[in-house]
DNA sequence: GTCTATACGACGATAGAC
DNA sequence: GTCTATCGTCGTATAGAC
């Protein structure tokens, strides 16, 4: 089976729908256009339908995760850790565009339409995501469990932020956290 | 015009099933069934359809929480702010059954399915969250510009622990912001 | 003001030609 | 592996009797 370049970038534009709409406003029409796929070549790849695109969106980002940040920050030491986590941070509000963009932990997770695979990766996706953050702050000096509390409370930020950056079309939250939070998982 | 005992319950019952399923999830079909009236009537009732009962329930939790909330924490002084707190940290965890239930500012904020003025209700639902929990640190002695920033953290605290609670299905975040909340607004 | 019945489009999903 | 064409269902929304 021969990969085209297509390939490759049909999971990242599923993402950047699903990101941009949710699952439930992600219909196969939208998604359709935008991978520039009609409907039935995209069940011709994913069997699953809608629910089993999402899953691939969610297996890819928790992979990429784990190439990135995961392996980054837990190969990270005291004498390190702080620029990785700046640079973390950086990528962070770029990949959440300052905070104008959704988070799929948030959108993807309301009602269980991904189905029991579907919860799994979204609580793997946030328990990688602790998992990361907790192990720089253990790098940086911090006891473990003390590193696990800022690093879910972190998280729980990260995704409440984005929140009220949406309601109250008011970034500056989730900016604030961007600046922080480095700083507030070593000290 | 004469108002039934059903009316009264009308938009509380609409409350329950947008608060259960989210504004997508909640379909016509699933909320006739739960208030008893046949979609027709709820159009009768709603002319604006599904997104005018979203609306309406926006309007009468932003009503609850100006009369409730709003006044009590308000007119608190130095004197009973904390008692007054930890009352509201105690409603606001039953509100959401421990972290179980989601918040309609995140469920029904995604895509503007409410029309401008839902996205206006939504804002000034968190707007009015932050100046009641700010206006009771102020009555604690916090600073105003402190105060307002603590609520804020507060309000994003919530949303955020709910949303990791959906997805970890682990409401200990959540619960250890309604335990200590009151504390850190005066503090 | 509530009902039964229905319109009608969008939805997710399939069939089958190429 | 992609396409055109279509299916059945469920979505929101109306018409009109009572």
Request: net charge negative.
């Amino acid at each position: 089976m021969v990969r085209t370049a297509q390939d490759d970038q049909l999971v990242p534009e599923l993402a950047t729908v699903f990101r941009a709409h949710g699952y439930d406003g992600a219909s196969l029409a939208l998604i359709s256009e935008a991978v520039g796929l009609q409907k039935s070549s995209l069940y011709h790849r994913f069997p699953g339908g809608k629910a089993q695109m999402a899953r691939a969106v969610l297996s890819a980002m928790l992979e990429q995760l784990r190439e990135s940040l995961f392996a980054d920050l837990h190969t990270a030491d005291a004498g390190n850790v702080r620029e990785r986590l700046d640079a973390v941070a950086t990528g962070v509000g770029e990949f959440y565009d300052q905070g104008r963009r959704w988070c799929v932990l948030e959108t993807m997770s309301l009602g269980g339409r991904l189905g029991p695979e579907g919860d799994r990766l979204l609580a793997e996706l946030a328990a990688a995501w602790i998992a990361a953050l907790a192990a720089a702050a253990q790098a940086a000096g911090v006891e473990p469990r003390e590193a696990r509390r800022r690093a879910r409370d972190v998280l729980v930020e990260l995704e409440g932020s984005l929140v009220l950056a949406r309601v109250s079309d008011d970034p500056s939250a989730f900016r604030e956290l961007i600046a922080e939070f480095p700083e507030r998982l070593c000290r």
